[in-house]
């Protein structure tokens, strides 16, 4: 059961890039032009940065004990909400880099 999870998550991954690169290399996906896929790319980078910022915040809150409610939340309700803002950052900058690089 644990093999078919491991394979299930390493398929799913795999398609998930493809899509958002949209680079052919992975099998799956559109075949983007070069305008398209450096939109993609730097909204990859972007949503990336912007997760690490968080990550640092939630750090230096820890570590100056600043915020006492986050650390009554349990960890998947982080791993969660990290995932979330990854997600909800990727498609904002990917909205606002489309509409840069459409002018």
């Known amino acids: 059961m644990e093999f078919l999870v491991i394979t299930i998550a390493v398929v799913f991954v795999v398609l998930t890039i493809g899509l958002i690169t949209g680079k052919k290399e992975f099998g799956v996906g559109p075949n983007d032009d070069e305008r398209k896929r450096a939109i993609k790319n730097k909204s990859i980078t972007q ?3 912007t997760l690490v910022l968080f990550l640092l915040i ?3 809150t820890d570590l100056f004990n ?3 409610e986050v650390a ?3 960890s998947a309700n982080l791993e969660l909400f990290y995932i979330v803002i990854a997600i909800l950052s990727y498609l904002l900058f990917y909205v606002i880099n489309s509409k840069k690089m459409s002018a």
């Open 47 to 49: 949503s990336w940065m």
């Open 58 to 60: 939630n750090f230096l």
């Open 66 to 68: 600043v915020n006492k």
């Open 72 to 74: 009554e939340l349990s």
